[in-house]
């Protein structure tokens, strides 16, 4: 079993030191295994604001878990400075945060890749190659087929029919494309709307489909929810989402829904 705590759209510039405060105290308290952050550490990528996601980063890690973090749209240099947008967009994003834009991890039990979804380029909602596609189906065909696998972007690839967000450019070639890597999960943010859905609804024919969940934030730039975070706990064949929403009223991270799903004949399905 592994418990996985994801979280996204940090956005330091636009925070609530309480917010932030009680989030570090809720993953220490909740001692995951793995903390996936899915981008957008930071409002406008300045100094500051790396710094603060770095000395978050550093306590969370007090947990003991593993964290794995990628950079979103709002983590590269900004359109106000072309020239290092162009030559040099992830600079500070290395120097404070990782020098891996795409990470990798693998365990006995679960594999996380990523795509870095994120372009120099005004496109908002990201986009994916087809090298990246080739690349994970590579690496995820060196692995244990009972591995759960999973992949992080911070634009998403799938979303609830009635959340009417375009997705991430080429999600529908990389959906398809990765369907032979049998993926579990497809873990996102940037819209600040926690969700889970199953990938068969919007992509027909797929042998195995996957679970899209997305983070909501933790800034206060919410778009109708509180600020929130998500705990996946994985197994082989039983999986929990629950989301955690922060209460104004008690000052602290609730927990305001679980979706359980169950592996039948190599595919989840929900059990609510």
């Known amino acids: 079993m592994r418990k996985i705590l994801h979280v996204s759209d940090l956005h330091f510039g636009k925070t609530d030191p309480l917010v932030i405060g009680k989030l570090q105290e809720s993953i220490i308290a909740a001692s995951p295994d793995i903390i996936v952050v899915s981008g957008d550490l930071t409002q406008r990528a300045e100094i500051e604001q790396f710094k603060d996601a770095q000395a978050f980063l550093g306590a969370v890690k007090n947990s003991g878990a593993h964290v794995f973090v990628i950079p979103g749209n709002h983590d590269i240099r900004p359109v106000y400075a072309p020239i290092k947008r162009a030559l040099s967009p992830y600079d500070r994003y290395k120097q404070h945060i990782s020098e891996e834009i795409a990470p990798r991890y693998a365990d006995d039990e679960v594999a996380i890749a990523s795509i870095d979804t994120v372009r120099r380029g005004k496109i908002s909602n990201g986009k994916i190659g087809k090298q990246q596609v080739e690349e994970l189906r590579s690496w ?3 692995l244990h087929p009972e591995t759960t696998r999973i992949v ?17 450019r080429r999600a529908k070639h990389a959906v398809y494309g990765l369907a032979s890597s049998r993926i579990d999960l497809y ?40 600020q929130s975070f ?15 929403l922060f209460s104004a009223e008690t000052e602290t991270f609730e927990m305001s829904g679980r979706k359980r799903f169950i592996r039948e004949e190599d595919v989840w399905r929900s059990d609510s």
């Open 140 to 142: 995820f065909s060196t």
């Open 187 to 226: 873990l996102a943010g940037h819209y600040h709307r926690s969700s889970v859905t199953s990938t068969d609804s919007r992509y027909r024919d797929l042998s195995r489909p996957s679970l899209a969940v997305q983070a909501g934030t933790v800034s206060m730039r919410g778009r109708g929810e509180a």
């Open 152 to 168: 992080v972007t911070h634009h998403p690839l799938d979303l609830p029919k009635d959340l009417l967000r375009p997705l991430v």
């Open 230 to 244: 998500n705990i996946l706990t994985v197994q082989s064949h039983d999986m929990h989402v629950d989301t955690h």
